[in-house]
Nanobody, 128 residues
């Protein structure tokens, strides 16, 4: 099973952009259901985007739709989350995760319990 490590977080002003990366080691993320999640202080972790790395269009939360883009590199070792028009409410710790191999069905960030391999997170802070 791949180990995941997020990077690319930092501080940005409202309206700015940022690209997060999630690098896999020990295995590729080829033909896997991958997702981005975030957690703000005092709030539950929530799904932001999900992508089946074998092809197809990513899915997004209502908040992320139109502003965030999830993608995977050709080597299937790195997952990205391009974020634009950032808002203070986007502030939080961002995690990437891989769905458990025994889980099937649609690849969706809404099914947080289906994800079993998590990175350590990268902090995103958006100031007003």
């Amino acid at each position: 099973q791949a180990q995941l490590k997020e990077s690319g977080g930092g501080s940005v002003q409202t309206g700015g952009s940022m690209r997060l990366s999630c690098t896999a080691s020990g295995d590729t993320i080829e033909k896997k259901c991958m997702a981005w999640f975030r957690q703000a202080p005092g709030r539950e972790r929530e799904g932001v985007a999900s992508i089946w790395t074998g092809g197809g269009s990513p899915r997004y939360s209502d908040s992320a739709e139109g502003r965030f883009t999830a993608s995977v590199d050709d080597a299937k070792t790195t997952l990205y989350l391009q974020m634009k028009f950032l808002r203070p409410e986007d502030t939080g710790m961002y995690y990437c995760a891989a769905r458990r191999s025994e889980m099937g069905g649609p690849c969706s960030h809404r099914l947080i319990g289906a994800f079993g391999a998590w990175g350590q997170g990268t902090q995103v802070t958006v100031s007003s």
